[in-house]
């Protein structure tokens, strides 16, 4: 099978983790990259998800109450129907023990809160095409046992593919490491009415109610070109949602920076257009 044909195979992930909000997150995150996204709220409701269905990737959050992270690992990889799926965990802990401990506990992966968009696609998209390719070797190796000459073929991708996924992830991670993440909603004129402190601190401001609190910001977009939003409703008009939109935009200190930001509409059961949610990082200068 090409390399082209493994790395765009979309997958089916299931996200653990007792916070909502981090479950939005990365749920809005995922699926706008295509992914089919299962949440599950504590580690219980995560073992019946699997038993239900397993997925193709676990993203598991370790500090959770009654069932932590570490327990439902153990609890699939003990398991013949589970033990191959790829689970990364996803916590605010950052000792080397905490991940020691999660990769003995049969983890693939491990990303630190908070955590940034970039990194986890990356790193989904990693484990998602070496399950695959996996997947794809065990079908071969059943048909080609005797047939050395193209197991070493198959042997030769597996080595092209690692080797390219390593250079990706290295080139997302040294543009992105100082990506944070803003979440809002914007009315459909485009003025913010709910947004987090990560999005208030990239336009320059110490927090989202300082942001609320600026008349000025009320007053107009903050984009520097005035084509951009109609750029973001044409997005929308077109393909149902905005992806991965670039564009400048004013600071506080009325200073320019770089923005890539992803949104959705919020429709109304009568049709009727709510709002737009969405999430943006800030793009580090080189």
């Known amino acids: 099978m090409a390399l082209e044909q493994l790395t765009s195979v979309p997958g089916n992930i299931l996200v653990v983790d007792d916070t909502q909000e981090n479950l939005e997150v990365?749920?809005?995150?995922?699926?706008?990259?295509?992914?089919?996204?299962?949440?599950?709220?504590?580690?219980?409701?995560?073992?019946?998800?699997?038993?239900?269905?397993?997925?193709?990737?676990?993203?598991?959050?370790?500090?959770?109450?009654?069932?932590?992270?570490?327990?439902?690992?153990?609890?699939?990889?003990?398991?013949?129907?589970?033990?191959?799926?790829?689970?990364?965990?996803?916590?605010?802990?950052?000792?080397?023990?905490?991940k020691v401990k999660a990769f003995q506990a049969g983890a693939v992966d491990y990303i630190s809160k908070p955590f940034q968009a970039e990194e986890v696609l990356a790193r989904v998209k990693n484990q998602l095409t070496i399950a695959n390719l996996e997947k794809s070797l065990r079908q071969k190796n059943a048909l080609l046992n005797k047939q050395n000459e193209q197991l070493h073929q198959i042997v030769e991708e597996r080595r092209e593919l690692v080797t390219s996924l390593q250079e990706m992830e290295e080139k997302s991670r040294q543009m992105f490491d100082q990506a944070i993440i803003g979440i809002y909603q914007r009315s459909p004129e485009g003025r913010y009415f709910k947004l987090n402190d990560a999005l208030a601190q990239i336009y320059g401001y110490v927090s989202a109610q300082d942001w609320l609190d600026d008349p000025d910001v009320h007053q107009k977009l903050p984009y520097v070109d005035d084509q951009q939003w109609p750029r973001f409703l044409q997005m929308v008009d077109k393909q149902g949602f905005v992806k991965n939109l670039v564009g400048q935009v004013y600071r506080a200190d009325g200073t320019q920076t770089r923005i890539c930001e992803s949104a959705r509409p919020v429709i109304s059961p009568e049709g009727q257009l709510l709002y737009y949610e969405g999430f943006v990082f800030e793009i580090p200068v080189k």
Request: hydrophobic letters at 50%.
């Open 26 to 98: 990365l749920s809005a995150l995922l699926e706008l990259e295509g992914y089919e996204v299962r949440m599950a709220i504590n580690g219980e409701m995560a073992l019946m998800g699997v038993e239900a269905e397993p997925p193709d990737l676990i993203l598991l959050d370790i500090m959770m109450p009654d069932l932590d992270g570490y327990e439902v690992c153990q609890r699939l990889k003990s398991h013949p129907k589970t033990k191959a799926l790829p689970i990364i965990f996803i916590s605010a802990l950052d000792d080397v023990f905490d």
